[in-house]
Every structure is written in C-alpha cells, then in structure tokens.
C-alpha cells in the first residue's frame, strides 16, 4: 500500500529500522548540545520562577524545536498576531471545551488560517531577522493564532520569558543559536529518518489548493522537518518520562478510531467518559487484540475520535498515578505529551505506523496500525 505522507516501514518490510533511527537521530541531537550554555541557563530559571521543571532532554527538543519553528514559520509572524493571537486562541478553545458549536469554530479557523496565516505577506527569511525577541513573540502569537500548537505555544511562552531576562545581544546570539541547530537537525534528520517521510511533499502538492479554506490546511500541510521533529520528539519524551510511566499503579493505552477495521455505523465500540471500549466485534482488528491484550495485563483501551480532546479537559485529580501510552500518527505526539502531562498523567507514545484518517489524510480512510511489539515494550509485556 502507498503511504500517504509517511510510514514506518521505509523500504523495509517491518518497522525495526525506523525505530533504531528515530533512536539515533536522539543520540546525536542529545550529544551535539551537549554543554549548550543556554539549555543549563533554562533549568535554572525554570527552577527559580517555579515553572513545572521538566527533564533535560524535554529541553533539548525545545531548544531545536526554537529553531525549526522560528525558521519555518518566524517570517510570517505580524504585530497583528502578536496581539490577536490570544484572542483566536481563547475562542478556539471553546471549541474543544464543548461550549460553541465545533462546525461554527471549524469553518472560523479555516477562514482564518486561510486569510491571516497562510498568506505569506512580506517573508522575512534572513537567519538574523527572525533571531531577535521581537520576531519571537510575533511568531508565538502567530502560532496561538493557528489552534495547532496549543501546547508547544504555552512552552515556548516560558522560553520567551527566559529570553527577554537576557540583553538584546544574548538572547539574539541564543536565537541564531537554535537556527543553527535547526539547519543541522534539518539535514541530519532527512539523511537517517528521510526514507519514512518521502511522500509528504507530494502530498502537500497535491492537496494544498483543495485546503484552502479548510481548519486543518495547517496541520495538513506541515513539513517533513516537523514530522522528524516529532518523531525524535517522540523517542526523546519516552526516555524522558519512562521511569515516571513505570511507576504510575494504573495504565490506560488510547488509540485513534482510525486503526478500527469497521466504519463508525458498524462498529460496536461503546462510549464512556474516558472514550470508546471496543466489543470485539471483528476478530481480526488489531483494536481487538490490544483490548485482548489490556484485559490480559491489566491495562485499559480506549478509542478516542480526536487527539485534541484526547485526554479530557479535567487534570486527573490522582496526579502521577495514570501512565498513558498515546497511539498516533507524528505530528500529534509531542502536544500529546504536553497535554498529557499538564493534565497529570505519565505518558509513553506509539506512532501510527502510517496515517489514514479520512478527516485528514485520505478521501474515504484507510484502516491503520501499529508495530505490537513496540506496545509490548512499552507495557514491559514479554
Ligand atoms: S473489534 Fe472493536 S474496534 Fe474493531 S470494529 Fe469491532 S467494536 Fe469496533
């Protein structure tokens, strides 16, 4: 089968391989910032504004994360969504708390997306236009004025204040700092992970002038550099938050409804407040066998039809006890582990081994799925 936009098997036929590189594309992240002044300079003002204090390696992929958002969507970034950023934010919000009717905000978003955001207006390319605190916060504004970056945007909140303690020259130097990174990652990261991500441009090509004025032409639109940005997000959050998971006295695995073999009118699945438990209805969808397996060892399944109400709005009120492993394609997986956390559960994640939602990715939906094994290790099932 043709992948959409990317799949794990690369031209291999299990998906062994893409794990072992997302692995060592971290390994090198991690030691090429090695005594980065400014990524010890961060723990340190997180430690004393008493911020949530995260592991190292989650600020590792922030810093790069810096980088590859300054360089891809820095130039777009006006005075306007400076200030109206917060504005659409908030409205959208409303959307995912239920309050305004998702079909209103959706069309909102999209008209949106389309006029103030995709417009490319007056491009500031040049590494050191966009690396000053000004361009920063203008690039936030624009990333809360989009509602795809909800949680990376409350993050890089936390960097901008961090950034703005320091002179005009240091943060600059910092900024440009993160690009250059970016550039490596950049590169890097489309020599080890580039097989897995080949058809992601053709697919922008060919679907872009259909989005317009669609909610998810953002989302849907994002380049390769930012599905390898996630993918070794991804690793580098389980090693971060591993040992936290595996203290948690209860698990849950959540899954997207699109790796169900049957359609919404003939799937037996039932709600509850936490999502969908699947009757077993079909022998053969690997929904099935993960319900089977949670039944086994004590974990329980949930199918949950979007990634942004995943994890409820409520933060647990048992915080640290629930560890979480999160099924779903890249580009939702570090703002899943964001939203995971801030709601106060221990996450571990599963990509998709390729995407198939008919809401995003394909006209009529594929039936997706996952490497069992790799839920297995996570779950410490042998
Ligand atoms: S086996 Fe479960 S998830 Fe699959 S179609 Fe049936 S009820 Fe739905």
């Known amino acids: 089968m043709k992948a959409t936009t990317y ?30 002044k400014a990524l010890h300079e961060f723990d340190q003002f997180v430690l004393k504004k008493s911020y949530e204090a ?7 992929l922030e810093f790069v994360m810096i980088g590859i958002l300054l360089k891809k969507y820095g130039g777009k970034g006006t005075l306007l969504h400076e200030h ?19 079909a209103v905000i959706g069309r909102l978003k999209g008209i949106v997306n389309t006029t103030l955001l995709v417009h490319e207006g007056k491009v500031v390319s040049r590494a050191a236009d966009l690396a000053g605190i000004k ?106 938050f591993r040992s936290d998971f595996l203290n948690t006295e209860e698990k849950r695995v959540l899954l997207p409804i699109c790796m169900r073999e049957k359609g919404e009118g003939s799937c037996r699945a039932v709600q509850t407040e936490h999502g969908y438990l699947c009757k077993g209805c079909m022998k053969d969808c690997q929904v ?17 039809p979007h990634a942004s109400t995943a994890f409820g709005q409520r933060k647990e009120a048992d915080s640290g006890n629930i ?34 939602c008919s809401r995003h990715w394909h006209d009529t939906g594929i039936v997706t799925n996952i490497e069992l094994d790799r839920l297995k290790s996570l779950l410490e099932i042998t």
């Open 54 to 60: 995260m592991e190292a390696l989650v600020y590792v």
């Open 135 to 240: 361009q920063f916060y203008r690039l936030l504004g624009w990333l809360e004025s989009t509602d795809e970056f909800e949680q990376e945007t409350k993050r890089l909140q936390i960097w901008g204040e961090f950034f703005s303690g320091k002179s005009l020259d240091d943060s600059t130097r910092e900024l440009l700092r993160a690009m250059e990174l970016a550039d490596w990652f950049e590169q890097r990261s489309l020599e080890i992970l580039g097989a897995y991500t080949t058809n992601v441009d053709s697919f922008i090509d060919n679907k872009h002038s259909g989005l317009r004025w669609k909610e998810n032409q953002i989302f849907c639109t994002r380049s390769r550099v930012e599905y390898h940005l996630n993918m070794v997000g991804a690793e580098l959050m389980n090693r971060a």
């Open 288 to 304: 099935n066998s993960i319900a089977a397996l949670g039944r086994q060892h004590d974990f329980q399944v949930y199918m949950v």
């Open 323 to 356: 560890g979480i492993v999160g099924i779903a394609c890249p580009l939702n997986l570090i703002s899943g582990g964001y939203k995971a956390r801030e709601l106060g559960y221990e996450p571990q994640c599963v990509l998709l081994n390729y995407s198939g």
């Open 84 to 102: 109206g950023g917060k504005v659409l934010a908030r409205l959208f919000a409303l959307k995912r708390k239920g309050k305004s009717s998702r």
């Open 7 to 36: 799949s794990l098997h690369g031209n291999a036929p299990g998906t062994e391989q893409f794990y072992r590189a997302a692995s060592l594309m971290a390994d090198e992240l991690i030691e090429i910032t090695n005594g980065e």
